[in-house]
Every structure is written in structure tokens, then in C-alpha cells.
């Protein structure tokens, strides 16, 4: 397995723009697709967004499509998740997962995950 490791959360207000990082190392980063799951209180993790292995195909959460992007630096071993125009709603500890399986949106088909790292949207 991979091992990860997400940053670059915080505090921010309605609005602003935060970018999450999260740095691979173990197993070939490049044979994985990746993705960003979050999980708000009280509440089942849910699929954020997903990237293939290469980086040129991506497909996100009708929740967070048109503000998120995803994208990956296989050279540096690390996915991005660029949060833009930021709502109170995507408060939530947002976690990156590593997969065999693109295009999958389900949490099972994961196999590697981070320890998360909180996001909160102030309103």
C-alpha cells in the first residue's frame, strides 16, 4: 500500500479559496488513481473528486463541481485539491485515497487513505 499524508487545511471564510495537498510515499505513486473523500459531523464520508493515474482525466461531486480541482505531480508523489469559492457546506475533515479503480466513487474501492486534515468555512 501507499502511504499519505494530506496539509494545508485551516480556517477560512465563506468565499475564500484553500489548496490541499497530500504527499505519497511507499508503493509507485504513479499506478494509483486518487481521490478526495470529507466527512463532516455527523455524517457518512462522501466522495469529493478523482484522478486518474496520469493526471489527464478527473471527475468530481456534483456538490463541489465548477469550484474543486484535482490534479496530481507524479513527480512529486502528490495529489492537489484546489477549493474555490468556499461554502460554509464544505466544512468537513477531507481525506485523499489512493485506488486501482478509476472512476470509482465508493469509499470500499480505496485501500490506502490519509489521516485527514480539517477544513472549516466560516460564515
Known amino acids: 500500500q501507499v502511504q499519505l499524508v494530506e496539509s494545508g487545511g485551516g480556517l477560512v471564510q465563506a468565499g475564500d479559496s484553500l489548496t490541499l495537498s497530500c504527499a505519497a510515499s511507499?508503493?509507485?505513486?504513479?499506478?494509483?488513481?486518487m481521490g478526495w473523500f470529507r466527512q463532516a459531523p455527523g455524517k457518512e464520508r462522501e466522495f469529493v473528486s478523482g484522478?486518474?493515474?496520469?493526471?489527464?482525466?478527473?471527475y468530481y461531486a456534483d456538490s463541489v463541481k465548477g469550484r474543486f480541482t484535482i490534479s496530481r505531480d507524479n513527480a512529486k508523489n502528490t495529489v492537489y485539491l484546489q477549493m474555490n469559492s468556499l461554502k460554509p457546506d464544505d466544512t468537513a475533515v477531507y481525506y485523499c485515497a489512493a485506488t486501482f479503480w478509476y472512476g470509482s466513487r465508493r469509499r470500499t474501492d480505496f485501500n490506502s487513505w490519509g489521516q485527514g486534515t480539517q477544513v472549516t468555512v466560516s460564515s
Open positions: 484522478i486518474s493515474t496520469s493526471g489527464r482525466s478527473t
Open positions: 511507499g508503493r509507485t505513486f504513479s499506478n494509483y488513481a
